[in-house]
């Protein structure tokens, strides 16, 4: 990393963190592969629903999981005994594990943890025993509940499955929240804490409770008829966002551990920072001044300019005045700086995972840097402005990525950013 | 070198059983009192455990605007309402500070059941009409920090710790290593928990963890004694205010205690139940005093998680003994659980605020309902009444679910 010199490092005695390892369960693909290729593609994940039937006309379509075999990752009991949510972040961890090569025998797992980002919980699991205990009483609630329902649940099966004994996090910021779960575990890896950790994201809320809450607040998308096109950022006509599920995991590791043991490299983490726009709890600040804050704070740790960034992997939450922001927030800072840089975003393709966008987000990151391309934003026919579709892609596109920007926004005023870099020795 | 911060507490807000505000907390302590009834939130006649800790005299329209109450979960109001309280007792001038640099940390173990559960019964035996559009504003547990945040106008980090048992514990561990760090000069740390809901109760029931001494919850709650068959859930918040040395001495703040220490592991052992030779709840505990550079003989209080689960009290005592070997005997122990049950999420909050005021207060409070000795528990956990003490270092220690370990270490404030 040519700007944040190895000089640094030494100075301040941190670490550099690399990521090694890959693993996603998501609408659009189960593995990095087939995520990554309808990315590519522009193959959208959403489809109508199927899981439950659904009485309002407004929101038939969603995001969900398909051809997952939980069978091969889990015992029929373990199946029964624990939420979706619990699921997918073990079986994307797994993945993960092995796409990491790394071998945790060898490996001293109180210096291996994890950090699981997550929105709501199990609430799939919970509104079945809600169901249970009040029409047959308290007698038959069942004793998984808890490990099913409280968000902090995922990552413990995870530790335990894995013997992981080192930092066991649960972090709940909504839809930053797999943002944030990287950077957490960034930072702890960065200060000696652990060596490895697995971080990332998971929800499945799918349930008919929250689609119906939610197209009551009106930030569902209206577009039933034609799924593909149901999911889409950065329009005049954006109405909303489609529900989806699913989970990514990465694995972080210190750079010379991971040199250590001749890891594949995806690429580097450079910088990480979140703050609040202290506005509203549903709205936001469209001017984007604390995002804004965000970003040129994320630049400040990294020692980089604008200039320096060549894609812009943005959140796409779907809901206008957000878009809007994150839209202000990155023209503010580019205009006049960088005018090559890529925009994109994955949610008209993976929908609006909550508490595992983010995730999802750090793993289209880092397979872009891998392979020196950026995915297209697809369903963005009337973009906002004219400025911002001079930077987006309908197409994939061939480029050599030094640094990826990476924009997470949620309701309660939560901005992060993460900065990730190609590894270059 | 790169040189860490000091971080000091400045000011305590807590919301409990045994009271609202650090003094009716405080009085309820020393005195002994105990705040463990029969659940009246809800009708728990046919559950396992009819018992719990409640709180009785919080008024939320004290706190937070009238219109706004209906929508923001009972969890989140007293998160709210004890941040208000330390940020008056921390005398603050929240209008003469930057912002930017005062981030909010919020344990938090469920999750908005108050407002989700009543709907979630509504959506399945009403229908759609009777949902409301605000569920996921009010049910997911990011509002707590973010109410935090948005009622001072903190741009700050903002984040919620959901890691059970431990999750006020390591909000404050979180925001302590973000000040030490330079990343933030302040931040409201702490957790909350609202868990007296029929569902969220009876998967505590479920897993037989609660205590069955229904007809007399006064002495249901009895860390470390031979008799204790289970734990109160309790609800209740702590926020304290951690900040950064030289921002606090400036400003000529009352400091309360340094924190010096952080530690935190994983048992990887099992969902519920705890690992039998303490190893890792040891290591939690001597990072925590390794990190603040303590010997073990330095110790003058430890505040512990004594839950009152016949596992808890054997295997915390491994602990504590695997960590400090025949001084364990020296130290004076007690679990503050014994008098407001155990409220999850802020659990580390509450015991942090209790130590703090040991220091203050130069008093020790006791582990009530004590008669019975167990040879398993042979150690000094200040049976039934408060004990005169000049106590320089304490130490903070929790464990839950999962088999997530983590500890604190606090100082009296020396420069």
């Known amino acids: 990393m040519e700007n944040k010199t190895k000089q640094f490092y030494q100075q301040t005695n941190k670490k550099r963190v690399v990521i090694t390892g890959l693993g996603v369960i998501a609408p659009n693909g189960i593995g990095k592969e087939a995520f990554w290729k309808s990315l590519l593609d522009g193959q959208s994940g959403i489809k109508k629903l199927t899981r439950f039937s659904y009485e309002t006309e407004n929101n038939q379509v969603a995001g969900e999981i398909q051809g997952f075999d939980a069978l091969s990752y889990f ?101 930053t929240s797999g943002t944030d779960a990287m950077g957490m575990a960034y930072r702890i890896i960065q200060e000696g804490k652990n060596e490895v950790m697995f971080a990332g994201g998971t929800e499945a809320p799918l349930i008919s409770a929250f689609l119906c809450s939610f197209d009551k607040l009106g930030v569902l998308s209206k577009i039933t008829d034609n799924p593909q096109k149901a999911s889409r950022p950065f329009n005049q006509d954006t109405g909303g966002f489609v529900l989806s599920e699913g989970a990514g995991i990465l694995v972080l590791e210190e750079l010379e551990h991971a040199l250590r043991r001749k890891a594949n490299i995806y690429c580097e983490i450079a910088g990480y920072q979140n703050n609040n726009s202290a506005y509203d709890s549903f709205h936001t600040d469209t001017n984007g001044t604390e995002m804004k804050r965000a970003i ?82 697809i369903n963005c026919e009337l973009p906002y402005s004219k400025e911002f579709s001079k930077h987006l892609t309908k197409k994939s596109c061939k480029k050599d990525i030094n640094f990826v920007l990476q924009t997470s926004c949620c309701f309660m005023g939560k901005n992060s950013c993460l900065l990730l870099n190609d590894y270059r020795g | 070198m790169y040189k860490k911060r000091r971080v000091v507490v400045t000011g305590l807000g807590v919301i409990a059983p045994n009271g609202v505000g650090k003094d009716f907390f405080w009085q309820g302590l020393v005195s ?128 919620v710790i959901s890691t059970g048992c431990t999750s006020a514990t390591d909000a404050i561990g979180l925001g302590y290593c973000t000040i030490r760090d330079n990343l933030q000069d302040i931040i409201l740390a702490g957790g909350t928990e609202a ?52 921002h606090a001495l400036e400003r000529k703040a009352k400091i309360y205690g340094e924190i010096v220490g952080y530690g935190a592991s994983f048992t990887a052992y099992h969902m519920t139940s705890l690992e039998p030779t303490g190893e890792e709840s040891a290591r939690a505990m001597k990072e925590a005093l390794e990190a603040g550079q303590i010997e073990n003989e330095q110790v003058g209080y430890l505040c512990a998680h004594g839950s009152s ?36 999420g802020a659990a580390g909050a509450m015991q942090t605020i209790t130590s703090l005021l040991v220091m203050e207060k130069n008093f020790i409070p006791p582990t009530i309902n004590y008669q019975n000795p167990d040879p398993d528990c042979d150690l000094d956990y200040v049976p039934n009444s408060a004990r005169p003490a000049q106590v320089e270092v304490t130490l903070i220690n929790t464990s839950g679910f999962a088999g997530r370990c983590a500890a604190l270490a606090i100082k009296r404030y020396f420069n």
């Open chain 2, 32 to 159: 002994g009192k105990n705040c463990v009834v029969r659940v009246t939130r809800f009708n728990a006649d046919n559950f396992y455990s009819q018992m719990a800790g409640e709180i009785h005299n919080f008024n939320p329209a004290v706190y937070i605007d009238k219109e706004k109450i209906p929508f923001i979960d009972r969890a989140f109001q007293f998160a709210i309402a004890s941040a208000k309280l330390a940020i008056n007792d921390s005398k603050l001038k929240l209008e003469e500070e930057n912002k930017e640099k005062i981030g909010t940390f919020v344990g938090l173990g469920v999750g908005g059941v108050n407002i989700a559960e009543p709907q979630f019964n509504f959506y399945a035996t009403k229908g759609p009409e009777s949902i409301s559009p605000y569920l996921y504003l009010s049910w997911f547990p990011s509002a707590c920090s973010g109410y935090i945040s948005l009622e001072f106008k903190l741009k700050g980090q903002s984040n």
């Open chain 1, 75 to 175: 015992k029929t009991k373990e199946i029964r005994h624990t939420d979706r949510s619990n699921r997918y972040a073990i079986a994307a961890a797994l993945m993960a594990l092995e796409d990491s090569r790394l071998d945790l025998e060898g490996e001293n797992r109180q210096e291996i943890g994890s950090i699981i980002g997550n929105a709501v919980g199990g609430v799939e699991f919970a509104n079945k025993e809600l169901n249970v205990l009040r029409d047959f009483g308290p007698k038959r609630g069942s004793p998984f509940l808890s490990v099913a329902f409280f968000p902090c649940g995922t990552g413990g099966l995870l530790s335990i499955r894995l013997g992981l004994k080192g930092e066991t996090l649960t972090v709940c910021n909504g839809n």
């Open chain 2, 309 to 344: 689960t016949p596992i808890n009290g054997k295997m915390e005592t491994v602990a504590i003994k695997r960590v400090f070997g025949k001084y364990a005997y020296k130290i004076p122990i007690s679990s503050i659980k014994s008098m407001l049950g155990h409220p999850p």
């Open chain 1, 296 to 377: 040129n704070d994320v630049f400040k740790e990294a020692n980089i300019e604008p200039e320096n960034v060549d894609y812009i992997n943005t959140h796409g939450l779907c809901i206008k005045e957000y878009d809007i922001m994150e839209m202000n927030s990155i023209e503010y800072i580019f205009k006049e700086r960088n005018d090559s840089f890529l925009i994109s975003a994955i949610s008209p393709i993976t929908g609006n995972t909550l508490g595992a966008q983010g995730a999802l987000q750090g793993i289209t990151s880092a397979m872009a840097i891998k392979n020196k391309i950026v995915p297209p934003l």
């Open chain 2, 195 to 246: 868990p007296l809901t029929p569902e969220t109760f009876n998967s505590f029931c479920s897993l037989r963890a609660l205590s069955h001494r229904n007809d007399t919850p006064e002495k249901a709650s009895r860390p470390f004694d031979k008799e204790r068959d289970g734990f109160i859930l309790a609800e209740g918040a702590g926020i304290i205010i951690l900040e950064e040395l030289k």
